[in-house]
């Protein structure tokens, strides 16, 4: 699919003649002075890219078993239902509402405590406790499943969603408390200061002061922990056997590990898995953006 | 460990401009959950993989058990037949996907954060894949890729490529199908990275440049290149680390295959410990992605020189 873009780009209308100089108008185009057609035409050939995927997970979803259309018509909803109540994905639905929802709660709350305390506090190791964050995106859960796996069944907690949840803060906890504290850091320390002369405690002059304007950021640190605990299928496929306990990734693998795969169910399983993430991703996107750039991690 | 230590240890005077009436006590409180959580389910497993690697430890194996010195590695580096195989899938499968995403990336942010007409909607479209899971990914594309109803039928009907190929089970094409796959998830996470440091770019400096004379490719190498270097550094960096750990999408979509094609190490060390139950050999092979992770660490730190700008 990558290579598509080569021919397509070489045959493109050449473009259009440099235009005289017209100092007036300079200032402002110079931002806009790029040819149409050459964001259009890349733009283009990537969205189809990246939408054939989607179209196809659809189509197989919305047409009848065994039908070649290329247009989900007649549209059947057969896939939903039998994905929905034979393959337990109503229960799983639920189940993975529950750990990204206690995941986000947990993982804002206690990475806003911390990120405070590196953001306003000089305090011994801090320094080194920073590293330790850092050094915590080079371990990957999935080489730590055995010992994990140990440490919840010495606490009984296998078969427990609280297992996952925990697992999965655990993970999500160092990138989240370093974003936030550097939107803490952002926020000018004089504000807080002046609330605690109008009479406030710490705690509510960081309450009414500091938490408005930490929105965006706060929006996108949760929304990346649900979106992660929504999505995580290695923790889910080894604390949970239960059946009744899973959650949507795990039910999607055990469908594609099936003999024969029944692609009308795994693709509106595989819908039933998008629609809360891309309806998170409609709303936060915006946030998104803002929120990273400004407590992005730099040297 | 650290974490320990600074919620025992005493506090540090307070800074000079840090005066107020808050107990010294504060900071240490509102560390503590993180830094608990962290020692029990990160530190602790860590040191525990340490130990196992040092030992023979198969519960299906019991009478087996036992130290066992540095044989798991010695096995690992002389006898083992996937080991290096595998740690070379490893490297090539992080060094294309970083460099394809980093290619498409940039180009791709540039692209979006240009000025035009259905800009927001091109974005939310373009960066969709990125909330992707692993799993939803490698469902996708085995329908994709699927012999009977995917892609390939439609284009054999269209006169290209013949009935019932499957890019998944053949070793010549696992690869590359595999590589669209996550590229398709991973290039607008890249983007994205990119784009949120394109905000932050001056307009003043492209103005000038553009009163200067300056071309647009002069302005990309120039303005836009170097402004971009520590972002690029620590994205790549990250996402090799990341592409390095991440198992959801080999494991769902090819399950290391055909012919262990596509196993990682990661992927190796899983199946050792979920299929054949060898915790000892697993932790030893875990020991050295740590190793190698470690040094990938050390050059991320170096060039991001993190934590030295905080006062």
Redo the contacts between chains.
């Keep these: 699919?990558?290579t598509e873009e080569a021919p397509e780009i070489a045959p493109a209308p050449a473009p259009a003649a440099p235009e005289p100089p017209r100092p007036a108008a300079?200032?402002r185009r110079?931002?806009?002075?790029?040819p149409?057609w050459q964001?259009?035409l890349?733009?283009s050939v990537?969205?189809l890219?990246?939408?054939?995927?989607?179209y196809?997970?659809l189509l197989?979803a919305l047409r009848p078993a065994g039908s070649?259309s290329?247009v989900p018509w007649p549209m059947t909803s057969v896939h939903f239902g039998k994905v929905w109540n034979e393959r337990s994905f109503g229960v799983y639905f639920q189940n993975s509402v529950l750990v990204g929802v206690a995941t986000l709660v947990m993982t804002t709350v206690?990475?806003l405590?911390?990120g405070?305390?590196?953001a306003?506090?000089?305090?011994?190791?801090?320094?080194?406790?920073?590293?330790?964050l850092?050094?915590?995106?080079?371990?990957?859960g999935?080489?730590?499943?055995?010992?994990?796996f140990?440490?919840f069944a010495n606490l009984r907690m296998i078969n427990s969603l609280a297992s996952v949840v925990?697992?999965e803060?655990?993970?999500q906890?160092?990138l989240s408390?370093i974003l936030i504290s550097g939107f803490i850091?952002n926020v000018p320390?004089s504000l807080e200061?002046a609330a605690?002369v109008d009479g406030c405690n710490?705690f509510t002059g960081f309450r009414i002061v500091v938490l408005p304007l930490l929105r965006p950021g706060l929006i996108a640190v949760g929304s990346f922990a649900f979106?992660h605990a929504?999505?995580?299928?290695?923790f889910a496929l080894?604390f949970l056997s239960d059946q009744g306990k899973q959650t949507i990734?795990v039910g999607?693998?055990t469908?594609?590990?099936a003999d024969s795969?029944d692609?009308g169910a795994?693709?509106a399983?595989?819908i039933v898995?998008?629609v809360p993430?891309?309806i998170?991703?409609?709303f936060i996107?915006k946030w998104?953006?803002?929120g990273?750039?400004a407590g992005?991690?730099?040297? | 460990?650290?974490?320990a230590?600074?919620v025992a240890?005493p506090?540090?005077p307070?800074?000079r401009?840090?005066a107020?009436a808050?107990p010294r006590r504060?900071?240490?409180l509102?560390?503590a959950?993180?830094?608990l959580?962290?020692l029990?389910?990160?530190a602790?497993?860590?040191l525990?993989?340490f130990y196992?690697s040092l030992q023979n430890y198969n519960p299906t194996k019991p009478w087996r058990n036992g130290y066992a010195g540095f044989d798991n590695f010695v096995h690992a580096f002389t006898t083992d037949p996937q080991f290096w195989g595998t740690l070379t899938f490893s490297a090539k499968w992080v060094v294309v996907e970083v460099g394809?995403q980093l290619v498409?990336g940039l180009?791709?942010a540039l692209?979006?954060n240009?000025?035009?007409v259905g800009r927001a909607v091109?974005?939310?479209?373009?960066?969709?894949?990125?909330?992707?899971?692993?799993?939803?990914t490698?469902?996708?594309?085995?329908?994709?890729y699927?012999s009977q109803?995917g892609?390939t039928?439609?284009l054999a009907d269209a006169g290209i490529g013949s009935y019932g190929t499957s890019w998944l089970s053949d070793t010549a094409t696992v690869f590359p199908a595999a590589i669209?796959a996550d590229?398709?998830r991973g290039v607008?996470f890249f983007a994205?990275?990119i784009?949120?440091?394109l905000?932050?770019v001056s307009?003043d400096l492209?103005?000038a440049a553009?009163?200067d004379g300056a071309s647009?490719v002069q302005q990309f190498r120039h303005i836009t290149l170097p402004h971009l270097k520590?972002?690029i550094v620590?994205s790549t960096l990250?996402r090799a680390?990341w592409e390095?750990?991440?198992?959801?999408l080999l494991?769902?979509l090819t399950?290391g295959g055909p012919a262990g094609e596509t196993t990682t190490l990661?992927l190796y060390?899983?199946n050792t410990?979920?299929d054949a139950h060898n915790?000892g050999y697993?932790?030893a092979l875990?020991t050295v992605?740590?190793v190698i992770?470690?040094f990938?660490?050390i050059v991320?730190?170096r060039?991001?020189?993190?934590?030295?700008?905080?006062k």
């Design positions: 699919m990558i300079r200032r110079a931002w806009d002075e790029v149409r964001i259009y890349p733009l990537y969205l890219f990246t939408l054939i995927p989607f196809w997970i197989f070649t290329l206690v990475a405590a911390g405070y305390a590196l306003r506090f000089d305090f011994r190791l801090k320094r080194g406790f920073m590293l330790a850092l050094c915590t995106q080079f371990v990957p999935a080489l730590l499943l055995v010992p994990l140990e440490i925990i697992a803060t655990v993970f906890l160092p408390m850091r320390y200061e605690w710490r979106v929504w999505n995580h299928f290695l080894m990734p999607l693998n469908l594609m590990s795969v692609l795994l693709a399983g595989g898995a998008a993430v891309v998170v991703f409609a996107q998104l953006i803002t990273f750039s992005a991690v730099k040297g | 460990m650290a974490q230590a600074a240890k506090p540090a307070p800074g401009r840090r107020s808050t504060l900071p240490y509102l560390v959950p993180a830094a959580l962290m029990g389910f990160i602790y497993p860590v525990s993989v196992y394809l498409f180009a791709l692209i979006v240009q000025t035009f091109g974005r939310a479209l373009v960066f969709s894949p990125w909330a992707v899971s692993g799993v939803l490698s469902a996708i594309w085995v329908l994709l699927n109803t892609i039928r439609y669209v590229l398709w607008p994205i990275l784009l949120a440091d905000q932050s307009r492209y103005e553009e009163v647009r520590d972002a620590l990250l680390v390095f750990n991440n198992v959801d494991y769902t399950g990661p060390i899983a410990s979920v915790f697993a932790s875990t992605a740590f992770l470690l990938c660490s991320y730190l060039l991001s020189k993190f934590g030295g700008g905080n």
